[in-house]
């Protein structure tokens, strides 16, 4: 599988299993990319830092960064892609049920 498509469903596993927003996220991305070898500790701490100081959501700004480094623009916007997808798709569902 190329390591692009590798990135979303990692980052798309993130988005679904994970609760507390982007902090709560931390120690699942840190784990992952640790362990796929994608980020030293230090660069993943420097990722954390830049993720807090640019403007929007620190999950999407993680996974915005970890997968240019990794995958290019492709891979930077199927790492967004997925960490976004799961709760856009359950309030999507939410707003349908509620609407009927």
Not at 16 to 21: C, R
Not at 69 to 95: E, R, Y
């Amino acid at each position: 599988m190329r390591k692009e498509w590798t990135l979303f469903l990692t980052f798309l596993k993130i988005g679904a299993f994970t609760f507390g927003g982007g902090y709560g996220m931390v120690s699942l991305v840190r784990e992952t990319v640790i362990s796929n070898g994608w980020l030293t500790e230090s660069e993943f701490l420097n990722f954390i830092a830049v993720s807090e100081s640019t403007p929007g959501p620190l999950a999407v700004n993680m996974a915005t960064f970890i997968g240019s480094t990794q995958g290019g623009i492709l891979g930077s916007f199927l790492a967004t892609l997925g960490v976004v997808l799961p709760s856009f798709v359950i309030i999507l569902l939410i707003a349908a049920v509620l609407k009927t």
